[in-house]
C-alpha cells in the first residue's frame, strides 16, 4: 500500500465516542472509534475493545455499557478517556455523568446517548467485538456536530503502537 494505514483508517467515516461499562458499583468509561448499528430489528449495535483494557473486564461481567457521542469541540475529553488507564485513575471523577438505564456512565454533555444489554462477544483480531442491544437513548444536547475520528490525529496512538503496520 502506497499510504500508510493510519491515515487509509481515517477516511472511513467513524464517530469517536466515550463507551461507559458498569458490573454493579464497579465503573468507568474510555473511547473508542470503532462503533457501529449492525441492526434495526432489533436495535443493535456493535463496539470495538481491546480485552486487555481494564474496561473489558467490567464490560465482559457486568454485561452493559452506554455510549455518549461527543461533539466537535470535545477532543479534550476523547483524549482523558483514551490515554489513561481505568488501573491507575477514576476517569469518571473529572467528569459530568449519570447513570443510564443499564447502570452504565453517560456524559452529561455528550450530543447522544445509547444505553445498551451485551448481547455478543466476538474475538476479532487483537480486540473482541461486542453486540449490544439498545435499551433506551436520547439526544442529550442539540447543538454542535459530532468529533469525527479524522479530526482526532493520532489520538489512539496507533502510529506509535504499530509502526512497522504504518511506515
Not at 15 to 30: K, L, S, T, W
Not at 97 to 103: E, I, L, N
Not at 118 to 143: F, K, M, N, P
Amino acid at each position: 500500500m502506497s499510504n500508510s494505514i493510519a491515515q487509509l483508517f481515517r477516511h472511513l467515516t467513524a464517530g469517536v465516542y466515550v463507551i461507559g461499562v458498569a458490573d454493579g458499583e464497579r465503573r468507568n468509561a474510555f473511547t473508542a472509534s470503532s462503533v457501529m448499528q449492525v441492526s434495526f430489528s432489533p436495535l443493535l449495535v456493535a463496539l470495538g475493545i481491546s480485552p486487555e483494557h481494564e474496561s473489558y473486564e467490567l464490560l465482559r461481567s457486568g454485561a452493559v455499557f452506554a455510549i455518549s457521542v461527543l461533539r466537535a469541540d470535545q477532543q479534550r475529553l476523547a483524549e482523558h478517556f483514551g490515554t489513561q488507564s481505568g488501573r491507575a485513575v477514576d476517569k469518571l471523577a473529572v467528569a459530568r455523568w449519570r447513570t443510564g438505564v443499564t447502570g452504565a456512565p453517560l456524559l452529561l454533555d455528550a450530543l447522544a446517548h445509547f444505553d445498551c444489554r451485551v448481547t455478543g462477544d466476538i474475538e476479532a483480531g487483537d480486540h473482541r467485538q461486542i453486540v449490544g442491544r439498545v435499551v433506551d437513548g436520547a439526544l442529550a444536547g442539540a447543538d454542535g456536530d459530532p468529533l469525527i475520528y479524522a479530526q482526532t490525529g493520532n489520538l489512539d496512538m496507533s502510529e506509535d503502537l504499530y509502526p512497522e503496520t504504518f511506515s
